[in-house]
């Protein structure tokens, strides 16, 4: 009798935690909307709520904890706080690369999402070794597409002309 009241706690343990799950999901999915309807404030309040869940309820290196740290950062990128924008990608990309390796194409997202957030803080430097390394996982890659690729590799382009193009007023003043 004891072992079938113990199988039967587990299962109700099982069911909360997707419960559980599926509320953080939802929270997630609210912080999106709110994201598209320029509500950073709110964006920022219901992720961290899905975050919370999902830190409680999951092993730390789960890949639902990486994506909220990694619409975590993009929210800070809107409100340009490069600081934790940054932080909060680095903390992604640690969970991606742990679960998936270097060349797995969420690698890759995170390393474009710090070069844009660089890119944004005028660092083209910065920026581009991250454009780099997300060209090298998607090169890697082989389920990534032509055009994901040929994105990425005309931000490089634009990111260089700029970059030139300072360098040389720069030059010439």
């Given at each position: 009798m004891k072992i079938k009241i113990y199988q039967f706690n587990q299962k109700i343990n099982y069911f909360l935690i997707i419960i559980m799950i599926k509320i953080?999901?939802?929270y997630n999915n609210i912080s999106l909307v709110h994201e598209k309807l320029h509500n950073i404030d709110s964006a920022m309040y219901y992720n961290k709520k899905a975050l919370s869940?999902?830190?409680s309820k999951l092993n730390e290196n789960?890949?639902?904890?990486a994506s909220c740290y990694l619409n975590l950062g993009n929210?800070?990128?809107?409100t340009a706080n490069w600081d934790s924008s940054l932080f909060y990608f680095e903390k992604a990309?640690?969970?991606y690369e742990s679960n998936f390796g270097l060349k797995h194409y969420q690698v890759a997202a995170v390393n474009n999402d710090i070069a844009k957030s660089y890119a944004l803080q005028l660092k083209p430097d910065s920026a581009l070794i991250y454009y780099n390394q997300a060209i090298y996982c998607l090169i890697k890659n082989s389920s990534i597409s032509r055009e994901e690729n040929a994105d990425l590799i005309t931000q490089i382009s634009s990111l260089l002309k700029n970059n030139t193009e300072k360098n040389n007023i720069s030059h010439t003043v």
């Open positions: 953080s999901i939802t869940i999902r830190i789960h890949v639902l904890i929210l800070n990128t809107h990309k640690k969970i």
